[in-house]
């Protein structure tokens, strides 16, 4: 197939993206027109064009359920919790203003906020950390700047919802993928670290020598425990499971409770908790693993992952939410409105782009952009993929929608380099779900929510530098990957 063509859709979904009038929705429906106008240009040889074209739609339609799954579960998951709030429940785990602002958001942006986006995702952590930062006294754009940090870990976000898929499109173990993506978070992390101290600063927080080596061990501690939540426990839990487990113990520490407190604080995160457990449960116990993976599974492709509807984390965002709002007696019509308000907008755009990248696969598109990389630039063209991942990170401000629509074409390229693949991906996740959090789907929901007048170009003056951690890792990784290979 002509590179041209090839290339044709994705270049259109980035100019429309970039132009910042087109929102992911139109984008995706775009891309995938133009791609399947591709198709019918140059079908594959030796095809029948309407059976490829029916097959390969049904590949990506399921594909992309499998994440919807997750999508519409985590937002109905939300949306149960929150008008359990309003129902008059106590609205979240008691954090009272301290004197010393530095371990406390701390613990805020870099437990608590990505442990709420590791459970439900699609930037509620966002919201959680920049409401708290707010009650803790910082204002404006240094509190945007450090609400950005809950996305610090987003390919364990929605329950690894964008990891999942990626792993899926590359064809390969998802908890590999999660485990390979967490040795890259590792320099990452230490960068944001860096980055934290210098928001301080400039927000007028003082910082003491102490503190600083509390933060490294603290730090050390988050990512070395969901890299060896892999090794347990499958990749969708590996993020929230240890997250959760260091914000109880954080919490109690910084607190030290008496028992009514306890009470108190269980109480409000009784969802999260119960959600936690289950997921652990049902990916750490053998019998019930297997009992649930297999009840009910169905899987209509040979060649694709199925669908165990008991099992997938979605029935227990489903199942643990509609809990939470029985007890607390809310309005259960209300919730299901405003899943579906919320939801299908993500959906259909995961749809989209996850067609598309089917189509990019089977027709030989992503192989033709990589063949043409390749001549051009040799072995070298593996060191774009870093920064292929940060724009489609960037501009369609998810994981799963970035690495539906770059992920095959990595793979080709990685081929074609003759690197390690599964590295590649690794590459390509970890870079792109760490871009998410400067796009301007993120930056403009803090903006709109702290009603700041022209505050996106005051945020990305001052956040820009959170770009260069994924970028710079990814660069070196695949710079590691040519030298030994």
Request: net charge positive; charged share 10%.
């Amino acid at each position: 197939m002509p590179v041209l063509l090839a290339v044709a859709p994705l270049l259109l979904v980035m100019a429309l993206l970039a132009s910042g009038r087109v929102s992911a929705l139109p984008a995706g429906a775009a891309g995938l027109a133009a791609t399947l106008l591709v198709v019918l240009i140059a079908p594959p040889e030796n095809t029948a064009l309407l059976p490829f074209l029916a097959y390969n739609t049904f590949v990506g339609a399921w594909l992309a359920w499998q994440v919807i799954a997750i999508v519409l579960g985590g937002i109905f998951f939300y949306l149960c919790v929150r008008a359990r709030d309003l129902a008059g429940q106590p609205a979240s785990p008691a954090l009272p203003v301290a004197d010393d602002l530095h371990p406390r958001l701390y613990f805020v942006c870099f437990l608590l906020g990505p442990f709420a986006e590791a459970v439900t995702g699609f930037g509620v952590g966002y919201v959680i950390t920049l409401a708290t930062v707010v009650r803790l006294g910082v204002r404006g754009v240094p509190a945007l700047v450090l609400g950005l940090y809950s996305q610090s870990l987003v390919p364990w976000g929605a329950l690894a919802a964008g990891t999942t898929l990626g792993a899926q499109i590359a064809g390969m173990e998802p908890t590999v993928l999660g485990a390979r993506s967490a040795v890259l978070q590792m320099p990452m992390h230490a960068a944001y670290l860096a980055l934290f101290w210098h928001f301080l600063r400039a927000s007028g927080v003082p910082l003491r020598v102490a503190r600083c080596l509390e933060d490294v061990a603290w730090t050390v501690v988050t990512v070395a425990a969901v890299w060896l939540a892999h090794a347990v426990i499958d990749v969708e839990i590996a993020g929230a499971a240890p997250l959760g487990a260091l914000v109880a113990l954080r919490w109690v520490r910084n607190e030290r409770p008496d028992l009514m407190a306890l009470r108190r604080a269980l109480r409000t995160s009784l969802p999260y908790v119960a959600l936690t457990l289950a997921l652990v449960a049902t990916r750490t116990v053998p019998p019930l693993q297997a009992v649930l993976k297999s009840l009910a599974a169905w899987q209509p492709l040979p060649d694709q992952p199925p669908f165990a509807p008991f099992y997938v984390p979605g029935f227990w965002l489903l199942v643990i939410g509609a809990g939470t709002l029985v007890a607390a007696r809310a309005p259960a019509w209300r919730v299901v409105r405003d899943t579906v308000a919320s939801g299908w907008r993500p959906s259909v755009v995961t749809l989209f782009f996850v067609v598309m990248a089917a189509f990019y696969v089977a027709a030989g598109m992503a192989a033709s952009i990589a063949d043409a990389l390749h001549a051009a630039m040799g072995v070298a063209s593996a060191l774009g993929a870093p920064l292929f991942a940060a724009i489609g990170g960037f501009l369609t401000g998810s994981g799963s929608a970035s690495n539906a629509m770059l992920m095959p074409m990595q793979i080709a390229v990685a081929a074609e380099a003759h690197v390690d693949p599964s590295w590649m991906a690794a590459v390509q996740n970890a870079v792109t779900t760490n871009l998410t959090m400067l796009s301007p789907i993120r930056v403009s929901m803090g903006v709109a929510i702290l009603a700041l007048a022209r505050g996106d170009s005051a945020v990305y003056r001052a956040a820009w530098p959170l770009a260069l951690p994924p970028i710079v890792a990814g660069m070196g990784t695949i710079g590691w990957l040519l030298a030994v290979g």
